[in-house]
Every structure is written in structure tokens, then in C-alpha cells.
């Protein structure tokens, strides 16, 4: 079988953009040509690589086998690239990156060493926190965000799924009447999170005794045995002290977007982190949709 590398670099930009307009765009060509190229590969292959719908280009099994294996050679042939003396474009400059602080700590910061030997060049600066930091006035390059912009000249995109499940300690979790311990509640000016909102109309919400404004702060109320904590599946699992009493079927499930400026898009460095954004989010697509195994099992629902 003989790949050709232009052939996989555009297939790379169709699996992460799910789109074949937006990958040609992406790619600055013709979709019909990104077509003839994706058509190229799999001739190689012999196999399909997507399933082609109305909603866009959703990857096979065959399909996923290649990304993880194309997307080492990318890095690969990135990092080459980047070490060769003679390179005519060394990447490198400031890029901020708004997002939340646990997206930040606990899915993209453990990847990011591997992304800092291919630029060693970038320095990214993380500016988290709970409610939105404002993309206008460029208080940020790239954001990842819960919800799309209202107003702006931007591109957005969903790079990932975020579910929700409701967790207690140990302790509480054994007490056949934890329930009536209620979930832990957001400060008042946290009252228009979909957080806040979906908690309040589950069927464990009795009006918390207990109100906290970060979410770490839920997490430690939870390990204490304070109260139930809903939480992103990601943040709840990654505690070794939590188990999940309910969810993640049918409690709140959030789009993850990435934004960029217009007219950043072409620029680099914000590219290049933009991507790596992108595939640590695929590669932690089960942690963050509660499929991967919670670390201290899962308890019988409330």
C-alpha cells in the first residue's frame, strides 16, 4: 500500500473539521479536488473512511484507525520540520487561550508537553474561569466555550461533547437516604449557568443550604459529605473520593466550541494550537461524555 502524504494531510483536515466545505476551505482548495483526493486514499486504503450524510463527514472504524495513526505522523513530520536548521517558517509568538479551568487542567494541559516539542517556539497563556471572558478587545486568540457568540466577526465550531452526571462521597452514596441531602447550589450571580438551571429542576434539588461560586468548591463540598455535586463527568470521574449516584443519561449535555477570530484564522501559531486543541479534545471524547470508566465505579441511582 503506498500513502501519499498530501493525500492523509487532507484527510487529517476532514476528520477534524467533520465538513468537506470546511476542510477546503481550511485546506485553501476546491472541495471537488479535497473529493478526489479523499477518494485517492481510500483507493489506497481499500476501505472507507467516511460515512458521507447530510450532516457531514462522520469517520468509520477504518476511518478512526487511520487518524490515530495519521496524527502521529503529523506530529512527527511537524516536529522534523521544526528542528531542521534551514526551516524558512519557525512558528512562534504568543497565543491566549480563554477557557474554563478545568478543561484547562485536567484535559489540555497534560497533552501539552508533547505539543511543546514540536513549538517550542509558542507560548500559550490560559486565561480560565467560570463565567466567559469576553473574545472582543482581543482578551483572547482562541476560546473554548459552552455557547456560541452573540455578536462578533468570528468562526466557531463544536470540537466536543460535555456531559453531566451528579456525584457524592463514598460515605453518602451508601446512605439509602442521600437524597434528601440535596445538591449543592451555585451564589446567586452564577443563576443563569445551564448548570445552575439543570441542577435546580433535578428531582434530588431541595434548596441548597450550601452555596458555592467556583467549581472546585462543589468538588470539596462532595468529598466532605455537604452535599450531592453535579459536575461534568470529566471533573466528578477524575476524583478518586467521588462515586456518581445519577447520570450521565438524561442530566445536562453541553456543545463545545472552538472560536476563533476571522481574522486570526490564518495566522500560524493560532492555527497549530488551535489543532492540537482540537485532537486532545477528540482523544478525550470519552472522558468527557462519562463513557470511560469513573474511577471509583458507579452507584446505584437515586
Known amino acids: 500500500m503506498n500513502i501519499h502524504w498530501d493525500n492523509l494531510k487532507y ?32 483507493k489506497d486504503c481499500g476501505a472507507a473512511l467516511f460515512t458521507r450524510t447530510h450532516a457531514g463527514y462522520g469517520l468509520t472504524r477504518d476511518g478512526e484507525a487511520l487518524l490515530a495513526r495519521g496524527l502521529s505522523i503529523e506530529e512527527a513530520f511537524l516536529a522534523l520540520e521544526q528542528s531542521l536548521p534551514g526551516s524558512k517558517e519557525e512558528v512562534s509568538g504568543q497565543v491566549l487561550v480563554a477557557t474554563s479551568e478545568n478543561l484547562a487542567h485536567l484535559i489540555l494541559l497534560p497533552a501539552l508537553a508533547h505539543f511543546r516539542l514540536a513549538y517550542p517556539q509558542i507560548d500559550i497563556e490560559f486565561r480560565t474561569g ?18 456560541l457568540p452573540t455578536a462578533g466577526n468570528f468562526k466557531a465550531r463544536v ?12 460515605a453518602l452514596a451508601n446512605d439509602p437516604h442521600h437524597a434528601e441531602t440535596g445538591i449543592v447550589g451555585w451564589s446567586d450571580d452564577f443563576s443563569d449557568l445551564p448548570i445552575t438551571r439543570a441542577a ?33 463527568c470529566f471533573v466528578g470521574d477524575s476524583s478518586g473520593e467521588l462515586v456518581r449516584v445519577d447520570g450521565p443519561d438524561g442530566l445536562l ?13 490564518e495566522t500560524r501559531r493560532v492555527r497549530v494550537v488551535a489543532d492540537f486543541i482540537i485532537d486532545t479534545l477528540r482523544a478525550a471524547a470519552p472522558r468527557l461524555l462519562g463513557e470511560a470508566s469513573p474511577t471509583s465505579g458507579l452507584c446505584e441511582r437515586v
Open 11 to 42: 484527510f487529517i483536515a476532514t476528520a477534524r473539521a467533520g465538513s468537506l466545505t470546511v476542510a477546503a476551505h481550511d485546506l485553501h482548495t476546491s472541495p471537488a479536488t479535497l473529493s478526489r483526493r479523499l477518494a485517492a486514499l481510500e
Open 130 to 147: 467560570v463565567q466567559q471572558i469576553a473574545l472582543h478587545g482581543r482578551a483572547a486568540d482562541i476560546a473554548l466555550r459552552l455557547s
Open 159 to 170: 470540537v466536543g461533547c460535555q456531559a453531566h452526571a451528579l456525584y457524592a462521597s463514598q
Open 200 to 232: 435546580t429542576v433535578h428531582r434530588c434539588w431541595r434548596g441548597p443550604r450550601l452555596r458555592l461560586n467556583t467549581l472546585q468548591g462543589h468538588v470539596a463540598a462532595a468529598r466532605a459529605g455537604l452535599g450531592l455535586a453535579y459536575l461534568p
Open 253 to 265: 449535555s453541553q456543545s463545545i466550541y472552538l472560536v476563533l477570530h476571522n481574522d486570526m484564522i
